[in-house]
């Protein structure tokens, strides 16, 4: 395995761990942060602002070097353009999460770990990321 | 560690893991965009994706096996179940991007697209989640 290789199956990992340890994979724990009305359980709002302060400083601290450690170059979208493919794509994910509390990170996990729900969600996630690669280029 | 802790600690990995993907091979930890990539994209471009991929899936699965609160037994509706990944999927593939791209290392990098996107979806998730559990019709 080269050392690319190694280096995102390790980040992986981390990552991995660190949604198991953060319920996420759990949908009702997602489920009680987005229904306000019920027992609103606020443990998704811990889990993002921890992941987005550690990646921001480290993102800060990395984007001093020229090119990623182990070669070729930061792979980051350049457009800063707000468009309607945008705003429509991230509604319908929000619908689809909002329904089943599941996102495709914790549910890969929970494919993994074998739990029923995420075996039955993920097939026809993949089917709608397919259907949409067909639809729109 | 009490919930509150452990979100805090699970998102810092989240965050850590993201890190070293940017630092090392220089990507984005988007899920859905390595998940579509390792299935559909360039030959070559694939194997980084499968090996980030079973490194979550793995350590993931692992570590849920010596939590004290593993995820309850889970028997959601089927049908429901089947829309809901059929949206995800589409939207994240026309949207580019979820929780983890847009959500975590899209705001990480103060991208404004990123930001549009996770107000919207969180709006989205929120309107579907009342919907779902105070005008449920779903069997």
Redesign the interface.
Known sequence: ????????????????????????????VV?GF?????HWN???A???????????V??RL??R?P????G??????K????DV?????????????????????PV???????????W??????????????RL?R | MN??A????????????????????????G??GI??GA??GARGDR???I???????????V??QF?P?P??????S?P?????????????????????G????G???????SL???V???????????V???VSVWP
């Open positions: 395995m080269t050392r690319a290789n190694l280096a995102s199956l390790a980040a992986g990992a981390i990552f991995g761990v660190g949604l198991a340890l953060s319920a996420m994979v759990d949908r009702h489920l987005l229904d306000v009305t019920g606020p443990r998704l811990f889990v993002m602002a921890a992941a987005v302060a550690v990646a921001a480290a993102y990395i984007f070097r090119a990623p450690a182990l070729g170059e930061f792979r980051v979208p457009t800063d353009v707000i493919r945008l705003v429509a794509g991230a509604a319908i994910f929000g619908v689809g999460w909002g329904l089943a509390g599941f996102c495709p990170g890969l996990v929970g494919v993994a770990a074998g739990v029923r729900d995420a039955i969600f993920v097939p026809a996630m993949f089917a709608g990321s397919w259907i949409a690669g729109v | 919930d509150w452990a979100s805090a600690a699970g998102g810092a990995l989240i965050g850590l893991g993201a890190a070293i993907l940017m630092w090392s091979v220089g990507r984005i930890a899920i859905s998940a579509s299935l559909e194997a980084w994706r090996a980030f991929l079973a490194g979550m899936m793995i350590a993931g699965a570590a849920l939590l609160a995820p309850r037994a889970q028997t959601g089927t429901l179940l089947i829309v809901a990944g059929l949206l995800v999927g589409f939207g994240t593939r026309v949207g580019n991007g979820c929780t983890s847009h959500g975590v290392c705001l990480a990098r103060l991208s404004k697209r549009v996107a996770v919207t979806f969180m709006a989205a998730a929120f309107a579907s989640a009342f779902m559990n105070h």
